[in-house]
């Protein structure tokens, strides 16, 4: 199947800084790839659609200013964290689709701030 | 507006057979997916349906009706290995993925 990596797998960062998120598609290319979070327990969220070449579209209630997405590629895709504050830990998971009917997700990246 | 609808938690025996239940309203329907998550690790795929029916993928099983807004994710024989959280995702007619909480599946021995 489609490989998705994303990295890292776990960061730790200290309140008011920025974190990067790197989610790549290995072996195919994706156009469109989506952001998610999810808290324990719970299930997942999608915070934005990132498109190649254009802006991401964020859904209600996600700060653009805050959760930064750039799709510069067919193959990679960034979500940065900006001035991260401890409320903003929390797993974030992307995903692409492959075709129509198949989504594959990174390993998903554990944010913790302190 | 739109919701999927899981049981939270179940419990089954290894090597018993177990049905986790889904049903949804959305606006539209391009097909359904479940996925499986063990703790701490992103979800990984285990089926589509777009078309009313069973589709069977070794021990798996999912299957669909659509009139209902209901599928079920069927597991057999089950292993230890299967002890994980089950999503049902449905995508709507703007293909967006509708994802409902989860089930808490855990194998007992």
């Known amino acids: 199947g489609a490989v998705v990596s994303q990295h890292p797998s776990r960061v730790i960062c200290k309140s008011g800084t920025s974190v990067k998120i790197e989610c790549r598609s290995l072996d195919f290319q994706a156009t469109t790839m989506f952001w998610y979070r999810q808290f324990p327990k719970q299930s997942l969220m999608l915070m934005a659609t990132s498109n190649e070449g254009s802006k991401a579209t964020y859904e209600q209630g996600v700060e653009k200013d805050k959760f930064l997405i750039n799709h510069a590629s067919l193959t990679l895709s960034t979500l940065t964290v900006t001035s991260a504050h401890p409320e903003d830990s929390s797993f974030y998971i992307c995903?692409?689709?492959?075709?129509?009917?198949?989504?594959?997700f990174g390993q998903g990246t554990r944010l913790t701030v302190v | 507006g739109q919701n999927i609808d899981q049981p939270t938690e179940m419990t089954a025996t290894e090597g018993a057979i177990v049905q986790i239940n889904c049903t949804y309203q959305?606006?539209?329907?391009?097909?359904l997916f479940w996925y499986q998550q063990h703790a701490g690790e992103a979800p990984t795929f285990l089926s589509y349906n777009v078309l009313d029916g069973l589709e069977e993928k070794g021990r798996f099983s999912s299957f669909l009706s659509r009139s209902k807004g209901y599928s079920y994710l069927l597991l057999k024989e089950l292993q230890m290995k299967d002890s994980a959280s089950y999503l049902c995702a449905v995508r709507d007619s703007n293909y967006q993925l509708i994802w409902g909480a989860g089930t808490k599946l855990i194998i007992k021995p």
């Open positions: 959305t606006s539209g329907f391009n097909g």
């Open positions: 995903s692409a689709m492959v075709g129509d009917t198949e989504a594959f």
